[in-house]
Nanobody, 125 residues
């Protein structure tokens, strides 16, 4: 019912910034569900990064990115964003966006659905 496509990844140096985008399409209106970003490195489980409520009024972050990353959404453009500043080598991962029907804030990947294909972010030291 919803398809998500991420973009904006790349190779940057430590301290640089990147902005990831996640465009949604499908029958369900974008402003009816929460959006989240997760990341994964080889051999590790997918890790929560940030999420926002359906209207952007509530946002929450993993401690590892708090103060450096900002999640936002533009419901008129069916797009969610992840602004990543002060990047560190440990931020290197494939970043995924996903949707969720949340009543309370969640960081559990099993509460999210409609996963995109991911976009690679590589931060060199």
């Amino acid at each position: 019912q919803v398809q998500l496509v991420e973009s904006g990844g790349g190779v940057v140096q430590a301290g640089d910034s990147l902005r990831l985008s996640c465009v949604a399409s499908g029958r369900r209106a974008f402003d009816t569900y929460s959006m989240g970003w997760f990341r994964q490195t080889p051999g590790k489980e997918r890790e929560f990064v940030a999420a926002t409520s359906f209207n952007g009024g509530s946002t929450w972050y993993a401690n590892s990115v708090k103060g450096r990353f900002t999640i936002s959404r533009d419901n008129a453009k069916n797009t969610a964003y992840l602004q990543m500043d002060s990047l560190k080598p440990e931020d290197t991962a494939v970043y995924y966006c996903a949707a969720a029907d949340l009543v309370v804030q969640s960081t559990d990947e099993y509460d999210f659905w409609g996963w995109g294909q991911g976009t690679q972010v590589t931060v060199s030291s």
